[in-house]
C-alpha cells in the first residue's frame, strides 16, 4: 500500500482522526475501538506536545527499538480501557532488562488502540515514533510480526495491568512468549498492556514493515475525503488497499465469545444489491480470520478481510459488528512477505486451525 | 514442635533421609514427593558439599533472605521431576530485581520436595540455609507464608520451568502474585519453581517460623528409631507433634483432579481396630485440609492433617494414597500465629472455601 501524500514526519492531534479511520480499517477488526485509543492519543499529545515521526530508513544502527501496545480481547478493552500510565509503565520495567536505552517506539500492528497506544507512548517517553508496525495489519497472537521471521525474540518483555501488576518474561521462544504472556493477560482480566521485541537499529529496518502509520494516516484521509464528496467509500478504500469488494450485505446472525484471552465467534450476512441471494459468513479470532461466500473462501488470513459500514464507510471491528448492519466486506493483499512459505507458516490459515491451504485474494476473487 | 536434638549446623547426606521423612509428614500430604526432593538435594551435596545452616536468631540484620521452591501440582511434579539447575535459576533471575546480594536461602514450607530444594539450592548456590521456614507445614498457596502476617510481599519474585522459560514478577499483593504465577505454572505444565519473599534480616527473625529444619530432622529420626525398635510409629509421631491419633482404617475410595494447577480431590476410609464401623473422610488441595470423622470435623486448616502407612509408619502424600492403603490419620497443632485471627483469615477453613469456623484440634478430638 503506497501512500498518495507525503509520509509522515511528526504525529499531531490533527493527524490522529484519519490515523484511527485508516488503521481501524487496517486492523480488519480488531486491535481494539480505535475511538479510545484516540482518546489517549489526544490526551498525551494534549499533555506532551507532537510525536516526531522518524522514516524506517533513517533508524540508526545503535538504536534500541521496542513496539508496545494491549493485549487481550478486544470486547474486554472496550470496557476495562487501558490507562496510559500502563503503557509508560510497561516501558519502564523493561528497560532495566535491556543492554542499553529504549531510542524507539513502534507500532505492534497498524490496528484499531494499538496504532494509538504507541502514539501516547512516545508523546508520554518524549522517544520518537517509527513510521512502522510488525504486522501491516492487526493479528491477534504476539509471536504474528515481521521481525519473528528473522529470528529476533519478543523477549525480554513485560505485560503490566490497570492494578500496577507487572511481568518481565523471558521465554524460550516467541510461540511459548504468547501462550505465557496471554496466561498472565487472562488473569489479569483479558486487558493488559506490552512493551516487547527489543531490536537493534538494523534488525528493526529488515524486521518491520514501513510507513504502515503514514499508509494509515493516508487511507483514512482518502476515506474521508471521499464521504465528504459523497463518493463511495468502499470503493475508495478498495482503491487504497489495493483490494476487491467481496460482499455487500446485512448482518443476519452474530456468535461472540470471550475464550482464553480472544473474542471469537462468527458473523453472517446475506446479500443485497449485486450480492441479493448470497451468502458471506465471517470468522473472527480478535480480528477477521476467514470470509466465505456460498461457503467457498473468498479471503483468508494473512491477507486483509475487512468490513466497512456500507452507508457511512466506517471500518466495523468484530467486538461492534451488530446484527441487522448493513456492511461492506473488502478482501486486500497482505504485505508481501506474509504470503512466503515462511510468513504463512507463522500467519496462514493453518496457524489459525483451518486446513485448507492459503490462497490470494486476487486470485480467490469471484470471477 | 520442640526438638529432643540440638538443631542442624548443616546438613549433610546422613541428614537427608530423616530430613525428607520429617518434612513429608509435616507436609500434610503436600510438598510433593520427599524422594525426589532428597535425590536433588544428595546429588547437589555430593557435587558441592554440606550445606551450612544458620539458626534463624543468627540471621544479622543485613542479611537478605530469600525462600525458594517448587509450585505445581504435586501429581504432576512426580512426573515432571522440577530440575536443579531450575532452582538456581529462578535466583539468579532474582538477582537483578533485588537491591542487594542474596545474602541465606530458607525453605518456603516444611513438606517434601520443598524442604529438599532449598538445600540443593543452597548447595549449588554456596549459601547458608536458615533454619527456618514460612509454614511450618506445608500449604498450597504462596500467600500462606507467616512473613505475609506482618506485611511481607512475596514480591519481587521469579517463577522458571524446565524449558528455560523465566518470569520476574511485581504485583500487587500476596493473593494477586498467587493468582498470577500459578496462572503461568498451569501453562508452563503445572510445575515451576520459584524465589520469592526477599527479606531483610529482621523481617526473616520475625517472619519465619523458627527451626523447623531440625525438628523436621528430629521427627524423621524419631520416627525412623521407632520403626527400627518395632514401637509404634504412628504413636511416636503424634508425641513429637503433640498431636492425636483421629483415626485408623483402610483406603475405600479416593478422587483426585489436577484442577487449576492443583491436585484437588478427598479420600475416604473405613476404620479397623477401635474405630471399626467408622469413617473418615478427607478433603485436599495439594495438602489434607480437612478430616470429618462420622461427618463431624475432627481437625482442619491450619491445624495438621498428617496420614501415615499404618504398618510402615511412612509418610502417605495426597499423590501417594491409594485404594485399599492402610493408614492412620494424625491431627496436630499449627504453630500459634496460624491460629490467631490474622493467621485464620489467611489459612484458615474460611480461605479453602469452608463455611465452618475452625476449631483447634484438641478440643475438636473425640472425647
Known amino acids: 500500500m503506497t501512500p498518495t501524500h507525503a509520509p509522515l514526519t511528526r ?71 487501558p490507562a496510559v500510565t500502563e503503557v509508560t509503565q510497561a516501558i519502564d520495567r523493561l528497560r532495566p532488562a535491556l543492554p542499553r536505552p529504549i531510542t524507539h517506539i513502534a507500532c505492534t500492528e497498524i490496528g484499531g488502540v494499538n496504532s494509538m497506544l504507541p502514539i501516547a507512548a ?37 505485560v503490566v495491568d490497570d492494578k500496577g501488576n507487572a ?4 521465554a524460550v521462544d516467541n510461540l511459548t512468549a504468547e501462550r505465557l504472556a496471554r496466561a498472565i493477560t487472562v488473569e489479569m482480566g483479558c486487558s493488559a498492556t506490552y512493551t516487547m521485541y527489543p531490536m537493534r537499529g538494523a534488525q528493526a529496518r529488515e524486521g518491520l514493515i514501513p510507513a504502515t502509520l503514514s499508509a494509515a494516516h493516508d487511507l483514512g484521509r482518502r476515506m474521508a475525503a471521499a464521504r465528504a464528496e459523497h463518493r463511495d467509500v468502499v470503493a475508495e478504500a478498495c482503491a487504497a488497499l489495493a ?47 476467514v470470509a466465505r461466500v456460498e461457503g467457498r473462501v473468498a479471503a483468508s488470513v494473512p491477507d486483509l478481510v475487512c468490513v466497512l459500514d456500507a ?17 461492506a466486506v473488502i478482501g486486500a493483499p497482505a504485505d508481501p512477505r506474509w504470503r512466503t512459505p515462511e510468513g504463512l507458516r507463522l500467519v496462514g490459515p493453518a496457524s ?11 486470485e480467490l476473487a469471484p470471477r
Chains 1, 2 share one sequence.
Open 122 to 158: 512516545a508523546a508520554r517517553t518524549g522517544l520518537p515514533l517509527v513510521d512502522a508496525d510488525g504486522m501491516g495489519r492487526a493479528f491477534p497472537e504476539l509471536q504474528m510480526l515481521t521481525p519473528s521471521l528473522m529470528g529476533v525474540t519478543a523477549c525480554p518483555l513485560t
Open 311 to 327: 452507508e457511512t464507510g466506517t471500518p466495523v471491528t468484530t467486538e461492534g459488528m451488530r446484527f441487522g448492519a448493513r456492511v
Open 243 to 289: 483490494g476487491l469488494e467481496l460482499f455487500r450485505g446485512k448482518v443476519t446472525a452474530i456468535e461472540r465469545a470471550t475464550v482464553g484471552g480472544f473474542a471469537r465467534g462468527r458473523a453472517s450476512m446475506e446479500g443485497t444489491g449485486a450480492h441479493q441471494g448470497r451468502r458471506l459468513d465471517l470468522e473472527f479470532q480478535n480480528e477477521y480470520v
Open 352 to 362: 489459525f486451525g483451518y486446513d485448507f491451504p492459503f490462497r490470494p485474494v486476487e
Open 167 to 170: 511481568m518481565l518474561l523471558d
Open 11 to 81: 504525529v499531531d492531534l490533527e493527524h490522529l482522526p484519519d490515523i484511527a479511520r485508516g488503521s481501524a480499517l487496517l486492523g480488519t477488526g480488531g486491535g481494539g475501538d480505535p475511538y479510545i485509543g484516540r482518546l489517549l492519543a489526544a490526551r498525551a499529545i494534549e499533555e506532551h506536545g507532537p510525536v516526531p515521526v522518524t522514516a524506517l530508513a533513517d533508524v540508526p544502527d545503535d538504536a534500541l527499538v521496542v513496539v508496545v501496545g494491549g493485549i487481550g480481547a478486544p470486547t474486554v478493552m472496550v470496557e476495562k480501557i
